[in-house]
C-alpha cells in the first residue's frame, strides 16, 4: 500500500514535467534555439555532477550496509543488461537498415515489435534493480526515492551504471 | 505548468550560459571560474550523421516536432506502465502479474518505436541520393533527439544508446 502511494506520487509528477515539455510550440525554433515545447536543440552541459552513486547515497542517506548492496545490485543488474542493450543497439540498427533498404511495412512492424520487447525486457531490469533497492530501504528512506525511480530509466544503457558516458 | 517553468528556467539557463561565452573566448566566467563548453545538442548530431544542409535541417525540425507532439501520450502511457512494473515487483506479485505490466511496456514502446520509424522514414525520403547510403544508422540517434532526458535524468527511455 505504502508503494503505491509512493509510486503514485511519482506517476503524477513525472506526467506533470512530461506534458510540460511536450506541450505547445515545437516548431519555429532557431538555429540552436529551444522551442518552449521541447529541447530538441537543448545542448546538454556535463557540469561536474557527482556520480550516480554519489547521488544515491545522498538522496537516500544510505548507511555503510545499504551503499554495498545498492551497489552490489547495480553492478549485478548492468551485467544481466549488457547483453541485452547490445541485443537493442542491433535491434534499432536493424530498423533503421529495414527503412533505408525500402523493406515493407510488415517487415518494419516485425522488428520494432522485437525491439519493443527488448526495450520491456530493459525496463524490467531497471525496475527490478529498482525495487530490490526500494525493499531495503526505511519508511524515510523509502519516501525519498522519486528521483531514484527517475534516475533508473537507461541506468544501464552504458558500460557502467555509474558514470556518464 | 511546472514543466513550463523548468522549461523557462533551462532556456534562462541556456541563454546566460551563451551569451557568457561569447563575450568570453575561453572557457572561464567573469570571476574566472571554469564554464565547460556545452556539448553538441542531440539534433546536431543527429544533423551531422545525416549531413543535412540548413534546409533540410529545417524540414527535420518539423518532422521531428511532430512526431514528438505525436509520442507524447505513448511516453505517458510508458511511464503508467513503469510504475506498474515497480510496484507489482515491489508488492511482490505473481510471475502472470508481471508479465502483463511488462507485455504493457512492450506494447507501448512497440507504439513509440512506430512513431520514429514512421518519422525516419519521411527523413529518409528527404535525403538527396548522396546521404542515403549509411542513413540508417542515423535511426538510433533518432531517438535521443525525440527522448531528451528531463530534469535530472541523464538517459532517456532507456535504450541502447550510449
Not at chain 1, 76 to 84: G, N, R, S
Not at chain 2, 52 to 72: G, H, P
Request: a positive charge.
Amino acid at each position: 500500500m505504502f508503494s503505491k502511494l509512493l509510486l503514485t506520487g511519482i506517476f503524477v509528477t513525472t506526467v506533470v514535467f512530461a506534458q510540460g515539455r511536450g506541450g505547445g510550440d515545437m516548431g519555429g525554433m532557431g538555429e540552436g534555439g529551444v522551442g518552449r515545447g521541447g529541447s530538441m536543440d537543448l545542448p546538454s552541459v556535463a557540469v561536474g555532477r557527482p556520480s550516480r552513486f554519489d547521488q544515491l547515497t545522498q538522496t537516500l542517506k544510505l548507511n555503510k550496509d545499504q551503499k554495498k548492496e545498492v551497489k552490489s545490485i547495480l553492478d549485478e543488474a548492468q551485467k544481466e543488461a549488457t547483453p541485452v542493450r547490445d541485443q537493442i543497439a542491433k535491434s534499432r540498427l536493424a530498423i533503421g537498415d529495414a527503412i533505408q533498404g525500402g523493406k515493407s511495412q510488415d517487415e518494419i512492424n516485425q522488428l520494432v515489435s522485437s525491439e519493443a520487447a527488448l526495450e520491456s525486457q530493459m525496463a524490467g531490469l531497471e525496475l527490478g534493480a529498482f525495487a530490490k533497492i526500494f525493499k531495503g530501504l526505511d519508511k524515510d528512506q523509502q519516501a525519498n526515492t522519486r528521483s531514484v525511480f527517475q534516475m533508473m530509466k537507461g541506468i544501464f544503457n552504458g558500460r557502467n551504471w555509474n558514470t556518464e558516458e | 505548468m511546472f514543466g513550463r517553468l523548468l522549461l523557462a528556467a533551462l532556456l534562462a539557463a541556456t541563454l546566460a550560459s551563451a551569451q557568457g561565452k561569447k563575450g568570453g573566448g575561453n572557457n572561464t566566467n567573469p570571476m574566472g571560474e571554469y564554464r565547460p563548453q556545452p556539448r553538441q545538442s542531440k539534433f546536431d548530431l543527429f544533423a551531422e550523421k545525416l549531413k543535412l544542409n540548413k534546409e533540410q535541417k529545417d524540414e527535420a525540425r518539423t518532422i521531428l516536432s511532430a512526431a514528438m507532439e505525436e509520442s507524447l501520450p505513448v511516453r505517458q502511457e510508458l511511464e503508467k506502465s513503469r510504475v506498474a512494473i515497480a510496484s507489482a515487483l515491489i508488492d511482490g506479485k505473481s510471475a502472470d502479474e508481471v508479465k502483463k505490466t511488462m507485455d504493457d511496456y512492450a506494447s507501448a514502446a512497440a507504439q513509440l518505436t512506430g512513431v520514429e520509424a514512421k518519422a525516419f522514414s519521411k527523413l529518409y525520403a528527404s535525403l538527396k541520393p548522396n546521404q542515403q547510403p549509411k542513413a540508417g544508422q542515423a535511426f538510433d540517434l533518432l531517438a535521443q533527439v525525440l527522448d531528451p532526458p528531463a530534469s535530472g535524468e541523464r538517459g532517456g527511455r532507456g535504450r541502447g544508446r550510449q
